[in-house]
């Protein structure tokens, strides 16, 4: 959701003109612990000398699953916004976490491609060093967010941020 901060319309051909951005930093933040609840899970299936294929299969998914609703997000509303942040230490911060971890959408994909049920049973030891691998991606990533780019979306329920169009 967006207005301007005299609550006019927002007019073409006025690109200083400050809009008011509202993301949900609660939201954002629920997501962060529920990928981490399944990573969490996922970890647990894949630090077993055993494969549970339904387990970690379902896992997978799951986590899969949210983590493309989760960086659809971020990558539609609060990386965009954040990037034209009136503050340009904002801006620049926003740019450069882009830059670093804005792959890990991708990078998961091509993980679920490459591993099917026969692979993980024939190259247990493979898959879970790949699996370890993404789960640590994620996890920085949540936490450089939780830590230094979320604050900055304010602490308690939807956080205007003035942005530049």
């Known amino acids: ?26 939201q954002l933040t629920d997501e962060h612990n529920e990928l981490g609840a399944i990573a969490l899970q996922l970890r647990g299936f894949v630090t077993r000398q055993v494969a549970d294929i339904e387990a970690v299969t379902r896992e997978r998914w799951r986590l899969g699953y949210r983590l493309a609703i989760h960086l659809a997000r971020e990558d539609r509303h609060v990386y965009p916004e954040l990037k034209r942040h009136t503050d340009a230490q904002i801006a620049a911060m926003a740019t450069t976490y882009e830059a670093e971890m804005g792959n890990l959408d991708q990078q998961y994909r091509d993980y679920m491609a490459r591993w099917n049920s026969d ?13 370890l691998a993404i789960l640590e991606a994620l996890e920085n990533r949540i936490a450089r967010e939780e830590k230094n780019l979320y604050p900055l979306l304010g602490r308690t329920g939807k956080a205007p941020m003035p942005a530049r169009q």
Do not use: N, Y
């Not at 692979?119 to 699996?131: H, L, N, P, Q, R």
């Open 1 to 26: 959701m967006t207005s301007t901060i005299d609550d006019q319309p927002e007019r073409a051909g006025e690109p200083d003109r400050i809009i008011l951005v509202m993301i949900d930093h609660k």
């Open 119 to 131: 692979g993980i049973i024939a190259k247990w030891d493979s898959f879970c060093d790949e699996t």
